[in-house]
């Protein structure tokens, strides 16, 4: 295992050990990011929200150590980031449905046929995010891809999720992604979910 995680252990959390788990669990009114990327967008957040915790959750090893890199120069304490992919370790870490918002922010939309298969907006996933929501919890999901839209929109539609609707507000942060296509003035679509 690369041991350069193991240096930011104010921010990384180890979701091999228990005792992680059971604190992470005593937490009220988490804020998740799943696809955390660089976690620029997560550590604004947590910079605005200094009382709530915030949780990032990203495959790609060097993202997670930009991001712990990151928060660890500022000092943050109330943002922590967990390496994995989202679908098998979803359910094991959150078993006490303590969490207030989800962000999912430019899931890989996976373009070609062949590759559908890969994308993470599936009704099996959906439902075991609704599971960790708490009552009146929200979920917003952004993506440039219109395609993915709809397939998105279908997805849901096979959910637990019975409220949706398209996100108007502009009030969150931008993500690196959502940056680099505000300077090609190509159109971010929003969805916002609530468990209720
Ligand atoms: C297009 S990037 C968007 C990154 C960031 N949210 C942003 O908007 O700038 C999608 C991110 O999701 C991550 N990702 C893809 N599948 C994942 C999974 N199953 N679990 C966790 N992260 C995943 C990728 O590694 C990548 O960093």
Redesign the pocket.
């Given at each position: 295992m690369n041991l350069k995680i193991y240096k930011y252990k104010q921010n990384y959390l180890d979701i091999s050990k228990t005792d992680e788990i059971i604190k992470l669990n005593s937490e009220k009114n988490i804020i998740l990011?799943?696809?955390?990327?660089e976690g620029e967008?997560l550590t604004e957040l947590a910079i605005k929200n200094k009382n709530e915790l915030h949780i990032g959750?990203?495959?790609?090893y060097g993202?997670i150590i930009k991001s712990l890199k990151r928060v660890d120069k500022i000092g943050l304490k109330n943002i922590k980031f967990i390496y994995?992919?989202?679908?098998p370790i979803v359910e094991s870490i959150f078993y006490s449905n303590n969490i207030k918002n989800i962000y999912i922010?430019?899931?890989?939309p996976w373009p070609k046929d062949r590759h559908i298969k890969n994308r993470?907006i599936k009704s099996n996933l959906l439902n075991k995010l609704f599971q960790i929501l708490i009552r009146n919890g929200e979920m917003i999901i952004k993506t440039d891809s219109s395609e993915y839209l709809e397939y998105m929109k279908k997805e849901i539609n096979e959910s637990k999720f019975k409220k949706w609707k398209s996100y108007k507000k502009n009030s969150l942060p931008l993500?690196?992604?959502?940056k680099d296509f505000k300077n090609t003035n190509k159109e971010i679509y929003a969805l916002y979910l609530t468990k209720n």
């Open positions: 990011d799943i696809g955390s990327g967008f959750i990203e495959i790609k993202r994995g992919d989202i679908n922010n430019n899931p890989d993470i993500t690196k992604f959502q």
